[in-house]
């Protein structure tokens, strides 16, 4: 079993970058895929991006692909989403995910969550 905590959410100009940071606790956190969702009001939670348990595959929306960057620290037992040139559009409240049956783009495959944490962008 894994805890997440994100962290790193604000309010930022359009244009603008955040760095989100999700914390697990857990001595296993290394062998857990992981994945960044957002979901704003009256809209369903959308994927973001996703990285495997070793790094070495990465996923995106393409609404984010070559403004986001996901990467992941297993010594630190963190994984971080950089966002770049942010969009009013972005605004949501932003998950972390982890789960051990392989790397996905649909929450519903994984298992543990984070609280979430607000992103902003001010047009």
């Known amino acids: 079993q894994v805890q997440l905590v994100e962290s790193g959410g604000g309010l930022v100009q359009a244009g603008g970058s955040l760095r989100l940071s999700c914390a697990a606790s857990g001595r296993t956190f290394s062998r857990y895929d992981m994945g960044w969702f957002r979901q704003s009001p009256g809209k369903e939670r959308e994927f973001v991006a996703a990285i495997s348990w070793s790094g070495g595959s990465l996923y995106y929306a393409d609404s984010v692909k070559g403004r986001f960057t996901i990467s992941r620290d297993n010594a630190k037992n963190t994984v971080a989403l950089q966002m770049n040139s942010l969009k009013p559009e972005d605004t949501a409240v932003y998950y972390c995910?982890?789960?051990?049956?392989?790397?996905?783009?649909?929450?519903?495959?994984?298992?543990?969550w984070g609280q979430g944490t607000q992103v902003t962008v001010s047009s």
């Open positions: 995910a982890a789960d051990r049956l392989g790397v996905g783009v649909r929450s519903g495959q994984y298992a543990y």
